[in-house]
């Protein structure tokens, strides 16, 4: 199955690749194609493939996927075994094709083009996955926080919207960012200048919030992130490159839950498609033409990108 | 509400009471009675109260709440808020009478004797509650990892094995509560020696158990506890004593969920009572007068109680 | 506990009081009065009430219940048993005082007066609980069908818009009201004409959309409504009068689920008030004064009543 | 995908299939060959296969899907659009020969035989997706009533023992079978003479059980099933031929629900495969061979049959 690239989302986890901080995870073969958030049409397929024809437009779930082991056949793709993440483990979509398989291929409303929802099939995902998680337990009168309104939280602060009825506070330490959360539907915004606890705390009667989602998970704000989550509410951790550290004692006093999140299922990338088609949600993004890949990496590690960068032909 | 003691439960959490572990979670007023694991039978009512009658025999609910903040109306008792605990924050069982609440009190089925249930009211609830939300995700051929089967975890077998049909593989260092905790249903036995993890991970093709509950939680069971944690799954903390150390890239990366654990509600109770009426539990006691009281505390110490010390009139 | 009536709602339930209707599940002893839908403020309490004083503007749960049984203990109030239902099995709000309990009064936010929400009660609560449990199963990009947009389905098709992101058909026989639904965030209007299967069909794949909350239960709406359910999905029986009849072939065949659906808990009610604080639900009312209560029965009767009609002093 | 026939189930839905029951749901072409509960050793697989190889022992889920739309996707097997059932809309299992495809197959554990677990694929995926579905919501305390104890009864009540620890109560008009239902775990044992009603009312406080599975939904069953169904209580069927006919009135004031049940996903028949590896259920067959499929068939008709009738070469 070959897909022509019609927009490819440019991600931190590409400057992590970059970085070194996948090598224990993942073996990435130098020359390497980053790139795993892709949307395109579709160019060529297998002889048996019925799903999807020549020139479909589609996006494409992360992960290529077998469909034969148990956690696929329970729907739960990201812990299918032996599966490939092109851009982490395989060539990506930093280019004009990319070779995937018919089982990542979601086939995209008419009023959605590659070039506008490539950030959707990771980021978006992401956001989407831990977001509806959340939602299924958050009732109204409650308070869900958002720490980090960059690239996932404003799509998580979206979601969040559409799928429940609780107050969103947004915590985050650029003034722009936070002015765009609540252009997005947070209800109160808190500027992350160490004081963040106890604002969070004011706003909520002294208990915290019943759910957090940290889309910064280093720094302050795991801390911050689990003292401002209520007793018996959950700590959503999102971002990454920092350590969570609690003892036993204040886990089982309080009776929280910390809950790691790792993009989400192909039926996830169709419900969030659903909501990008209806108008629920919508993505801040930035193009570049692919030559200028590494400008774009080099803007979002200089903080110069707004929302998303997406790289198109 | 006045019941007579017939059993009050001697815990580990006496013990952290005496070392001053609680500091600063409650305020302790010397002098203090010990004991919340208590039951006995009803000595005086008040005017209004209906539900039980002098001469009932109950079993006590530990915390005594008002029933009329949200979490109670809820059913949530342990989250909600001004109540009392008595042994913890108020005066306990170690007493012929406690002063409690009409709220708190289980009837017992005519099965069960007062000094055969006491301690329910805590470790068992604790453990039932722990065991209970693990069954509802644990499905026939996964797997469910004990560490720990002294008092609290020889129950949490039992709970295992009557709410679901995971298999039960269960970590500890003592010879001898290994033998009881296969007794008790238990399928396989792996010695806590510091080759556990990999022990478990033979056991589960190398993946790890969907659910891990922590009795232990402390020393080198946590780290272990979530390596032996499978991708996707869940690690239970119920022991205190140590620290939960983990990157958020590992949080994120496994998808696994680390959740804490406090008693259980009035409802749960109820079922667990339900169980022990049936058979479907039962519980290792060994009896001190209630004049040994100090001994036996220094027993549960020196690691010389068998299952759980009870005080008895 | 004595409350001082603001609002009380005039329902549906009243007439069919006054039909007879509930001759076979409730005994109403004459003189009786109706109404079970109140709100007003705390006019008397007793001496061991902490929760509520003198002055406090509430809103009353339908149910007065002791608090103590199963059932309470476990959130679920009404089925709770021992209860009274004021209006229905003794003396309700049609008045200027009622007597009611500790455990029935909602404190209302500053926002919202009795008069404004005393529909709330019932005809609110009720339509908020079957749409909360549809909510909690519709995801992005699925269909939930809202029959009847009279008093409580305006309620409900709000409830589904705040709680989840499917998209809401309303089938309606009233063009009015059919505009009203719109207005209030359904999708798509359908007639209920004899071709409304057919019209949902059309809208949903030919599949029947994923939950169908039925608001009127008799004539046509039963079989229109199971019809129009997508295998797999869920037809929520909310109004009454009606019959359902349906092959255990069909329902096998089908895998379809049939719920029936009796207002609402205490913190649902709770729930349903921080959504009408928040703005995220509004009532459509027509106040009458208490001695028009005959005369707002009758125009309720007549189908001149435009969403609500409320008593007010 | 050719799977060589090692135990082929004879089923009543087989009858009813020759009755012409299913004419309406659908097209069988004569000549047909019968059987949907299959199980035997891989013969041939075509090229692209991995996950199994000639001579491995399987049982066929009875779906064969292609495993791309979206409730596929979700691990929805029985609801996705556009697959066969063999012996229902294409050739089955009363054969030496079945083909069928790659993702029908689950492997068995060495412990089992084809001929041994042939009626699991349908009759026992049935029975565990149902008491699965109950197990859900069953707690310590509650009770189960399950309706009709012969060939998917009797897996049922196993299946609840290993998945709650509800007290199972049979409703069964044959003596024999009522007493295999003892031996398999039910506590309680109703005749169905037209008192069951009143029989499991007076085990159940007066209140009816909290869950019923309907194995027989005909005749006096499905009437008698709802009867005993307490408030909020769950009534599944599963069994049909019979209909359903409830007023509103009492759907809404009792609040219970009723629950359609379509065999089971493959997931399922994995983990009830699980079940039987661990000796937790066990079946009672009688064998016949190929040849003699008409005797079985007529002996099923005439009641004849022991448990499940199975067919082997």
């Known amino acids: 199955m070959i897909v022509r690239i019609g927009g490819a989302g440019v991600c931190r986890t590409d400057l992590h690749v970059v970085e070194g901080l996948w090598r224990d995870k993942v073996q990435v073969a130098l020359p390497h194609v980053l790139g795993h958030e892709n949307a395109g049409w579709v160019e060529d397929v297998g002889k048996e493939?019925?799903?999807?024809?020549?020139?479909?437009?589609?996006?494409?779930?992360?992960?290529?996927?077998?469909?034969?082991?148990?956690?696929?056949?329970?729907?739960?793709?990201?812990?299918?075994?032996?599966?490939?993440?092109?851009?982490?483990?395989?060539?990506?979509?930093?280019?004009?094709?990319?070779?995937?398989g018919e089982r990542s291929l979601v086939k995209l409303p008419r009023t959605l083009a590659p070039k506008d929802v490539a950030p959707y099939a990771d980021?978006?995902?992401?956001?989407?996955?831990?977001?509806?998680?959340?939602?299924r337990h958050l009732l109204p009168g409650e308070f869900v926080v958002v720490i980090g309104a960059g690239g996932l939280g404003h799509?998580?602060?979206?979601?969040?919207?559409a799928l429940c009825a609780a107050e969103?506070?947004?915590?985050?330490?650029?003034?722009?960012?936070?002015?765009?959360?609540?252009?997005?539907?947070?209800?109160?915004?808190?500027?992350?200048?160490?004081?963040?606890?106890?604002?969070?705390?004011?706003?909520?009667?002294?208990?915290?919030?019943?759910?957090?989602?940290?889309?910064?998970?280093?720094?302050?704000?795991?801390?911050?992130?689990?003292?401002?989550?209520?007793?018996?509410?959950?700590?959503?951790?999102?971002?990454?490159?920092?350590?969570?550290?609690?003892?036993?004692?204040?886990?089982?006093?309080?009776?929280?839950?910390?809950?790691?999140?790792l993009v989400g299922t192909y039926a996830e990338l169709v419900e969030l498609m659903a909501l990008?088609?209806?108008?629920?949600?919508?993505?801040?993004t930035q193009y570049y033409r692919l030559a200028e890949a590494n400008r774009a990496l080099q803007d979002l590690r200089a903080g110069k990108v707004r929302g998303r960068a997406v790289l198109v032909p």
């Open 168 to 261: 969103v506070i947004v915590v985050e330490r650029s003034p722009d960012a936070l002015a765009l959360a609540k252009e997005m539907g947070a209800r109160h915004g808190v500027a992350a200048d160490g004081n963040e606890v106890q604002a969070v705390l004011a706003l909520t009667d002294g208990k915290g919030a019943e759910a957090v989602l940290d889309f910064v998970g280093e720094g302050g704000s795991v801390n911050a992130g689990i003292a401002m989550t209520r007793n018996a509410g959950y700590y959503y951790v999102i971002g990454y490159g920092g350590e969570i550290r609690i003892s036993t004692m204040d886990m089982v006093a309080s009776e929280k839950t910390i809950v790691g999140n």
């Open 276 to 284: 990008a088609d209806r108008g629920k949600i919508r993505l801040a």
């Open 49 to 100: 493939v019925e799903s999807v024809k020549r020139g479909d437009a589609v996006i494409c779930h992360p992960l290529i996927s077998c469909g034969h082991d148990l956690a696929a056949r329970r729907g739960d793709d990201m812990h299918s075994s032996g599966g490939l993440f092109p851009g982490l483990d395989s060539n990506g979509g930093y280019a004009e094709l990319l070779r995937t």
């Open 155 to 161: 799509i998580g602060i979206q979601v969040l919207r």
């Open 123 to 135: 980021a978006g995902l992401t956001a989407y996955r831990a977001a509806k998680k959340a939602s």
